[in-house]
């Protein structure tokens, strides 16, 4: 009896063994958990401690739908561009009315920055706005190379706190940059002048109700590690693919003549 002709044509017979093999390959080295590095440049950010106004002033709505919320929103936006950038960053917080108080250490933790200046924003501090007792706060801890900013509307009305003058020629002698973001419209009970002294005397920056900290990046090159595991764990899964494909189309039949 003539045996029956197969359906197999040579190049899915061909298909067929190099997907098999590469499946295999693909698996094995899946299983040795490789790791592929290489030199990429990323921006970095100062360690940064923001030092963030609660005082009663800033409920005010000149700036909708108040001027904290508003903030809030400035640093929500900032923080995605970290995110985007894959910026590298130590943040902060301590939050001043009457006084000052620490809320979060130095933390490369952004997600817990952000929830804490969610937290920060409710604050009722009392009325009074120290800004002098939040600088000496964050200078005590900081050393060269830190930076500071300022999120307020400039007010300080403790008259027997420290001289602002004195601590910003502190920072500056110490190589701390102080930055400021001003918030708010209305000039009665907003005071820049201030937070602008601040930055001129230390080379910091000032943004008034508009923000980004992209101008104090600064970019270096580091060595990424990038797990292959799973890129490969998906070849072998698509070599297998192919694999059934070809075997569907014929080589089933010929192994089993």
């Known amino acids: 009896i003539p045996s029956q002709p197969t359906s197999i044509r040579p190049w899915q017979a061909w298909a067929t063994l190099w997907a098999t093999a590469l499946t295999g390959v693909f698996i094995l080295l899946a299983l040795s958990e490789p790791v592929l590095t290489y030199p990429a440049t990323r921006p970095r950010l100062p360690a940064l401690w923001v030092l963030w106004d609660v005082s009663h002033s800033m409920r005010s709505n000149d700036l909708l739908p108040e001027r904290r919320h508003y903030a809030l929103r400035l640093w929500e936006v900032a923080l995605d561009s970290l995110e985007a950038h894959q910026a590298q960053s130590q943040l902060g917080l301590i939050v001043f009315a009457r006084g000052a108080y620490g809320l979060l250490p130095l933390t490369g933790d952004r997600e817990t920055f952000r929830w804490s200046l969610r937290q920060a924003i409710v604050l009722d501090l009392g009325e009074g706005t120290d800004l002098a007792d939040a600088l000496e706060m964050a200078l005590s801890t900081s050393e060269a190379g830190t930076h500071i900013l300022i999120v307020s509307d400039g007010a300080h009305n403790n008259p027997l706190s420290a001289d602002l003058r004195a601590l910003a020629q502190a920072a500056e002698r110490r190589g701390i940059p102080i930055h400021a973001l001003w918030i708010g419209r209305d000039s009665a009970t907003t005071f820049p002048q201030a937070l602008q ?33 799973r890129y490969l764990l998906y070849a072998a899964l698509l070599m297998g693919f192919a694999m059934a494909v070809a075997l569907s189309l014929g080589w089933f039949n010929l192994l089993s003549a």
């Open 197 to 229: 002294y601040f930055t001129e005397t230390t080379g910091g920056r000032f943004w008034a109700n508009t923000f980004t900290l992209r101008p104090l990046y600064r970019y270096e090159t580091t060595t990424v590690s990038l797990p292959l595991q």
